[in-house]
């Protein structure tokens, strides 16, 4: 599947993944052709992107680190919890510790999950998925790392509430670069952190280190970062910004929106500048540069789409090859990992 903006429709496109309405009712149902009426309605209640499928290529192999149905349980869940809350009235919050330690032994369940490469991709500013996602990302990290089970606990129940503070806010920061802001809304949107801090302060049932991990997942260690510039960070505190920049990056929170590549390539870039190295490497070690599915041009001209990951190589998949320098229709599947000349210079979706 790929996500697609509603501009963008034509008519004739199949729903990858349910639509559902500001209040989280099923608006329009996996399986559905986006006729015309639906596109206009979906532009009328101002939704800008959906997911629809795409011709998969045979032998594709997408691996990911929370099967899709398990993720979207966990985020309605986590949604249901967050969206009952209000300043300073916790009573439900408590639930998210929960749900981290369910999220955490989903992951602890399956099969080598500390060996594989997933498969990251693109997805809308919700910051329900975000929230999800980050966790299942910074536990892989904190299990790779064989951190002790209590810091595990803490850095999921962290991730599940680090954007807290954007639920009360009106400011809209989806796909939008902040520098786009007006100064006002700027300073306004760097406090979020401290806000989700300030709603959980005075609670005994989520840790001093969760709190601290909420309070400075914007932070960097060159000083940086916001709200406090701070550049004495936990190891656990780290975890969490590498993960939350890197996923806020594909879906497009507080920045425009980017590929998985140019994401792997920004943390590269601020590897040991604005983020702790060691953890860069850890999470770069298990992210595919190019997810399963992947529409690309190689060095040498020829057209074609990633079917698998190499365990050693996250750079360097499996692609069949569908086209070549001339435009001509081919069929071959290239192992880049043994192509020494070959690789994958553009990505084309």
Known sequence: ????????L???????????TP?????????????????????????????IREEEQPDTKMVVILREEVEEAFKFKVRDILEKHTYRHNDNLEEICQMADRIITNILEEDKVVEQIYDL????????????????????????MKLPQRTVHDIGVSCLLHDLGLRYMTIDYADRDLEELSEIEYAEYKKHPIYGFSALRGENWISNESKNMILYHHERIDGSGYPLKSTDISVECRIVQVCDAFDEMICGIGCKSVKVHEAVEYLKKNKNIKFDGKIVDIFLEFTAVYPAGSRVRTNEGE????????????????????????????????????????YIEKVLD
Not at 10 to 20: R, S
Not at 312 to 336: A, H, T, Y
């Open 1 to 8: 599947m790929k996500r697609c903006k509603v501009d963008d």
């Open 10 to 20: 034509t008519g004739i496109e199949i729903l990858a993944k349910d639509v559902f």
């Open 23 to 51: 209040e989280y009712q099923v608006l329009l149902s996996v399986g559905m052709q986006l006729k015309q009426e639906y596109i206009e309605k979906l532009k009328e209640l101002e939704i800008k992107e959906v997911y």
């Open 121 to 144: 991709k693109e997805r809308s500013s919700d910051i329900y998925d975000h929230s999800i996602s980050i966790c299942s990302l910074a536990t892989v990290v904190a299990l790779r």
């Open 303 to 342: 057209t074609g789409a990633v079917l698998y990951q190499n365990k050693e190589f996250p750079d360097r998949p499996v692609i069949r090859i569908i086209k070549d320098k001339d435009g001509k229709n081919v069929d071959r599947v290239m192992d880049l990992s043994k192509s020494n000349n070959v």
